[in-house]
């Protein structure tokens, strides 16, 4: 059975940092481009950031660039997204999924391997909430 299993969530104070990892059972990760999501209470649910199969390409949203940073453990089957500089716009349910495609789209289309309908595995999320 193909599973994805998200941890590290909780609670912090703003400028806090988390490590959220993205734990995959059933079938081996690197294969497959990893993106994590979040959906806040009321909103959508937006692309947060992406890595390629090998984990030398990443994609972040505007808002996180230069705060969090996307990493893979092939060898661990996990990925990990380190948020750091936190703030309550960040709050959110925070989700892994795994893409099976060959495709990684660079240069100006960076952002469409950040499409949800692309991705074919989702965790079951973990709760991420910054507030003092």
């Known amino acids: 059975q193909l599973q994805l299993v998200e941890s590290g969530g909780e609670l912090v104070q703003p400028g806090g940092s988390l490590r959220l990892s993205c734990a995959a059972s059933?079938?081996?990760?690197?294969?497959?481009?990893i993106g994590w999501f979040r959906q806040a209470p009321g909103k959508e649910r937006e692309g947060v950031s992406c890595?390629?199969?090998?984990?030398?390409?990443?994609y972040y949203r505007d808002s996180v660039a230069g705060r969090f940073t996307i990493s893979r453990d092939n060898a661990k089957n996990t990925v990990y997204l380190q948020m750091n500089n936190l703030n309550p716009d960040d709050t959110a349910v925070y989700y892994c999924?795994?893409?099976?495609?060959?495709?990684?789209?660079?240069?100006?289309?960076?952002?469409?391997?950040?499409?949800?309908?692309?991705?074919?595995?989702w965790g079951q999320g973990t709760q991420v909430t910054v507030s003092s």
């Open positions: 059933g079938f081996a990760l690197d294969y497959y481009t």
């Open positions: 890595i390629s199969r090998g984990g030398g390409s990443t």
């Open positions: 999924a795994a893409q099976d495609s060959s495709s990684w789209y660079g240069g100006l289309y960076l952002y469409r391997n950040l499409v949800d309908s692309s991705y074919n595995y």
